[in-house]
């Protein structure tokens, strides 16, 4: 029995050995397909990732190509002499054209592992965690879809991925285009107008910003009585339309003024009033935005907000000027106290790295990063490119003119780009048509009684012919894009981002276009040498018989008291220019003024470099040499005295005055003015070739 039980016994226990192997079986075949569906969903995410990256190179090779295009069509225009459209209008053509390719001609297949799902939400939330079998996946937000192209997901893929995060333009490609501005400046032009450019660019530019708000506000009540409106539009909406739209980019005008070489004062004041008014926009339209009224009500009227709104703007602008300049100073004293010259590509990279972090401290620490970085370029042209070496000093200008010119063509290309790719886009016919009459009206208020005012105390005046060309001028372009595009998420930012890429198309290609036609109709001179035109017009302030007055009225005390204080102590101690400090600080610095003069400063003391010394002309410190016979103005005297030997007559005096070369020598710097050769020698009644020199 024992026996035949384990014989039965051994059959059962083969019965069940068939349904645990099985079992075993079923789980690693479980395993096996979790394993396989796991390996598949990599494979899957791979294939993904390599399409999205091959997608992005090819957005970003649209963009190389649009560039290329604009080069080799601007070389053709240059080379036919075709001035009716310029490089920034052109950019602005091949992106629309890529564009509508972009928009309507191609179409991506639909994918059909896409999902729609529907979950009432609040609020739209940045990240989106979603749980599928015990796994959690992260997605995050892209951006409103219209419910009607909810079906063309793919599509709207396409264009979102050549629509560039707004950080992009503020924290890349503006600052090459600002800091070009400040460092290209020609110091000279700019401070022999700068009461002018002031008054443009920061009473012109508020003045602008109110006119253009107000306007605005009364199209948006229109708007709501005639049922236009489609969402809140506040009084402080229009007021930052005022503000963004106020901000202008005569980069079309300009690059025509520079080619045609047009009158250097006309020139120095639109390109002043530009690079000021860009930094004043943008701090007027943060200040708008900070403006918060006391209560529940966030757009009513209160005073002590204004107030502190314009704080705000005080203390953005005055912190943002100030971080630029300090930055400047800093890389003045790297460059001056280490020998990085001796090796110019770490001279060049350490500049560079210095500039554009400017831009990015201020965004940091809450300033205007294009305050900033405008007043490092303007410090760093006039102390550290002093410090640089040659082959560095070269290389710093060649290089930011090509990131300027790049960066420029690329927001021009992109805002074309932007009209189609773009899928919020709000266009309203009645907002349209008044924010260009605004405009319009705005521009005016700033030019002409601005002008009125400034003539009167101006010794050169603003001509009618100059007011209307600055008023024809006034195009907008990079900045007011930029602003614009920075906030789309309501309905009212939507339309003035809509309206303001009409404009900006409507200004570069229409008054940019006219420019050359413009300049012939008012009569505005062309052809004319800066330098040149300097030295007559110091010439003809040495030559006036009221010398004392004239300089009085060219040279601002304000700017004689700049100048003195630089170039007795800021040159010395951030530049190997300017006298000794041992010579200007008192004795009791000795070991200081040792310490901060460099060798360099010992050496070049008898030729001394400085680009503003002829902007400066103080009575009492003209003295004019005649051969044998010296003439100086001296301000306690009406006129000028003669110290040395007789001079023939006040008819020779004076045609001596107008004629002839002559050396200008600035406090140990020799520059010569060449004169035209057109003009006949003078001879003196002694019979002697007159030669002159003049002594500050």
Known sequence: MGSKTRRAAAPRGSRTLPFSVLACLLLASLCSCGADDSAMEDIVTEKQAEASHRQDSANLLIFIMLLTLTILTIWLFKHRRFRFLHETGLAMIYGLLVGVVLRYGIHVPRDVSNVTLSCHVNSSPATLLVNMSGKFYEYTLKGEINPKEVNDVQDNEMLRKVTFDPEVFFNILLPPIIFNAGYSLKRRHFFRNLGSILAYAFIGTILSCFVIGSIMYGCVMLMNWVGQLGGDFYFTDCLFFGAIVSATDPVTVLAIFHELQVDVDLYALLFGESVLNDAVAIVLSSSIVAYQPAGDNNHTFDVSAVFKSFGIFLGIFSGSFALGAAT?????????????????????????????????????????????????????????????????????????????????????????????????????????????????????????????????????????????????????????????????????????????????????????????????????????????????????????????????????????????????????????????????????????????????????????????????????????????????????????????????????????????????????????????????????????????????
């Not at 189609?420 to 907002?431: A, K, M, S, Y």
């Open 328 to 696: 400047g100073v800093m890389t003045a004293l790297v460059t001056k106290f280490t020998k990085l010259r001796d090796f110019p590509l770490l001279e060049t990279a350490l500049f560079f790295l210095m500039s554009w972090s400017t831009f990015l401290l201020a965004e940091a620490c809450g300033f205007t990063g294009v305050v900033a970085v405008l007043f490092c370029g303007i410090t760093q042209a006039h102390y550290t490119y002093n410090n640089l070496s040659p082959e560095s000093q070269d290389r710093t200008k060649q290089l930011f003119e090509v990131l300027n010119f790049l960066a420029e063509n690329f927001i021009f290309s992109y805002m074309g780009l932007t009209l189609f790719t773009f899928q919020n886009h709000v266009f309203n016919p009645t907002f349209i048509v008044g924010a260009f009459l605004a405009i319009f009206l705005g521009r005016a208020a700033n030019i002409y009684p601005l002008s009125f005012l400034l003539n009167l105390g101006r010794r050169n005046k603003i001509g009618s012919n100059f007011q209307h060309m600055m008023m024809f001028a006034g195009l907008r372009g990079a900045m007011t894009f930029a602003l614009s595009i920075r906030d789309t998420a309501t309905y009212a930012r939507q339309m003035m981002f809509s309206t303001t890429l009409l404009i900006v198309f409507f200004t570069v290609w229409v008054f940019g276009g006219g420019t050359t036609q413009m300049l012939s109709w008012l009569r505005i001179r062309v052809g004319v040498d800066s330098d040149h035109d300097h030295s007559v017009h110091t010439e003809n302030i040495v030559a006036d018989g009221g010398a004392r007055q004239s300089t009085k009225q060219e040279s601002a005390w304000l700017f004689r008291m700049w100048y003195n204080f630089d170039h007795n102590y800021l040159k010395p101690i951030l530049t190997h220019s300017g006298p000794p400090l041992t010579a200007t600080l008192p004795s009791c610095c000795g070991p200081l003024a040792r310490c901060l003069t460099s060798i360099q400063a010992y050496e070049n003391q008898e030729q001394l470099k400085d680009d503003d010394s002829d902007l400066i002309l103080n009575d009492g410190d003209i003295s004019l040499t005649f051969g044998d016979s010296t003439v100086t103005t001296d301000s306690s005297a009406s006129g000028m005295s003669r110290r040395q030997g007789p001079v023939g007559s006040d008819e020779a005096l004076d045609h001596e005055l107008a004629f002839g070369d002559h050396e200008l020598v600035i406090r140990g710097t020799r520059l010569v003015l060449p004169m035209d050769d057109s003009e006949p020698p003078l001879t003196l009644p002694d019979g002697g070739a007159a030669s002159r020199r003049h002594r500050l």
